[in-house]
């Protein structure tokens, strides 16, 4: 059964940082697309972050160079950091997996990210 737990929401003063961290079990994230998407209230959920089993990246426009996800294959999980954090970045985090063969997408139950101005 794969899980996905998140962590490391709150609320921080806009120029702040947070790091994501999301646990994964019954996957393996080094071999799996993993990502990082979010949603705003009253918003569709979008992708903010996606790295590949190669190592290779891929950042939404707005989040290039303020945001970095990476991997620790030791504890089988998948970060976010995020620096000069914006109000518009306030939203729920959810953590994401792809698997190939089969296909199947998972999801984690989200972390609140509140950003004040």
């Known amino acids: 059964q794969v899980q996905l737990v998140e962590s490391g929401g709150g609320l921080v003063q806009a120029g702040g940082s947070l790091r994501l961290s999301c646990a994964a079990s019954?996957?393996?994230?080094?071999?799996?697309?993993m990502g990082w998407y979010r949603q705003a209230p009253g918003k569709q959920r979008e992708m903010v972050a996606t790295?590949?089993?190669?190592?290779?990246?891929i950042y939404a426009d707005s989040e290039k160079g303020r945001f970095t996800i990476s991997r620790d294959s030791a504890k089988n999980t998948v970060y976010l950091q995020m620096n000069s954090l914006k109000p518009d970045d306030t939203a729920v985090y959810y953590c994401?997996?792809?698997?190939?063969?089969?296909?199947?997408?998972?999801w984690g139950q989200g972390t609140q990210v509140t950003v004040s101005s």
């Open positions: 790295i590949r089993s190669d190592g290779s990246t």
């Open positions: 994401n997996a792809v698997k190939s063969l089969p296909p199947q997408t998972y």
């Open positions: 019954g996957i393996t994230v080094g071999f799996t697309t």
